[in-house]
């Protein structure tokens, strides 16, 4: 029985496949169904059936249970566990009576059943239906994976907001991970050069996650990198930093105040020559200053609100310098709040033990170590929330 896919004036004919041990049930079910409009392949057994499987596609199979080399319950249980095939709907052949084997089928992933001796109209009824969910979930897939290029486009598009290179300064290392926990996210980092010769520094977290917050990810990434250098002409670092966030928060409260999104943003301006760091930290997790003279971190505490919550929210500028052997580690809340596989968050304290103020380790083996820490700790467990950091040190 088997040949090239006919057309029907109505579209494309459905290929059915029937499998079952006895020529006269194989031949009565065949007939039936070629007289409603269906091409039919045949097979005697589940191997038989299972090699013309994996050879072309069906829309559907009609499975009896008890056949010798390979019987019902073993091709619908290799079928169900293969993703290649467990989308084929199949409708096992059974006795009117045999409740507990239509119990098991059902429970281990077959449509329907069908009783014998056939019924024309019952034949025909549960066919449709058994088509008529695999036409849905078909274009449920179609759908699927035109979503899923869409958002490996978005993916492509939001890592090329992220700097493809960080800025190599004499006497300093800067280092940067990313992880997103979806394929598009709400974390981002950036470091790039001033017009006035200084560094931009950044990590932020915006609202939510997916692609709305991706989208004003991007959107506070852009904002921020304009404004800084536009305002790079003021005299004082602490005026770039509070005019920067200042301008970003009104323009994002009043111009999109219906998204209700808002970011946590620490920005700071370094001068290399120096080591002078000024800094906003707007409701960010506060970043960690390891000083090779200090026993114990210091933190970078919040100086302002997160940025878009409101117009007209103040923000204050702080100050400190990196001294030679100093590192600065900033990162996102996708860090702390990781979860093990005890459902337990990796907290701050597990974070603190992985550093030493008195290692004179590199910025990018200081972020290897956290990294593998965290992946030792959430296992195969699944990701909750973007992880992002960034580490500046001074050699």
Not at 309 to 319: E, H, I, K, P, V
């Amino acid at each position: 029985m088997d040949g090239p896919l006919t057309v029907t004036p109505n579209g494309p004919q459905h290929r059915l496949l029937v499998v079952d041990d006895n020529e006269m049930n194989r031949d009565m079910l065949s007939r039936r169904l070629q007289r409603q409009g269906f091409h039919v392949d045949l097979a005697e057994n589940g191997q038989q059936a299972l090699e013309s499987i994996m050879a072309q596609p069906f829309d559907l199979i009609l499975l009896d249970i008890m056949m010798p080399v390979m019987n019902g319950y073993d091709l619908l249980e290799k079928l169900k566990a293969d993703p290649a095939l467990c989308h084929i709907p199949v409708i096992m052949i059974t006795a009117v009576d045999d409740v507990e084997s239509i119990a098991r089928c059902i429970e281990m992933g077959a449509e329907d059943h069908l009783p014998k001796p056939f019924n024309p109209a019952i034949l025909r009824a549960r066919v449709d239906s058994a088509l008529a969910k695999k036409r849905l979930r078909d274009r449920e897939q179609v759908y699927a994976k035109s979503l899923e290029r869409e958002l490996a486009i978005g993916r492509d598009i939001q890592r090329s907001f992220l700097p493809e290179n960080l800025p190599s300064v004499a006497g300093w290392e800067l280092a940067a991970r990313f992880q997103p926990a979806r394929q598009v996210a709400g974390d981002f980092y950036d470091a790039f050069e001033l017009p006035d010769g200084r560094l931009g520094l950044v990590v932020a977290d915006v609202c939510d996650k997916g692609v709305g917050a991706a989208l004003f990810m991007a959107l506070f990434r852009s904002l921020l990198r304009v404004l800084a250098a536009q305002n790079c002409t003021e005299s004082e670092p602490t005026a770039v930093l509070v005019r920067t966030l200042a301008s970003i928060n009104d323009y994002i409260a009043q111009t999109h105040s219906r998204a209700n999104m808002f970011a946590t943003v620490f920005f700071a301006v370094l001068t290399p020559s120096t080591g002078a760091m000024h800094y906003v930290n707007a409701g960010h997790d506060p970043p960690v200053l390891l000083e090779p003279g200090s026993q114990t971190p210091r933190r970078l505490a919040p100086s302002g609100p997160a940025v878009g919550l409101q117009a007209g929210l103040a923000f204050r500028a702080a100050s400190t310098v990196l001294e030679p052997g100093a590192m600065l580690l900033a990162f996102t809340d996708g860090v702390t709040d990781a979860r093990g596989i005890d459902a337990q968050m990796f907290g701050e304290p597990r974070l603190l033990a992985l550093l030493d103020p008195h290692s004179n380790t590199t910025a990018a083996a200081m972020l290897d170590r956290i990294e593998s820490a965290l992946a030792d700790y959430v296992q195969d467990g699944p990701h909750f929330d973007d992880i992002t950091l960034l580490a500046v040190r001074r050699e």
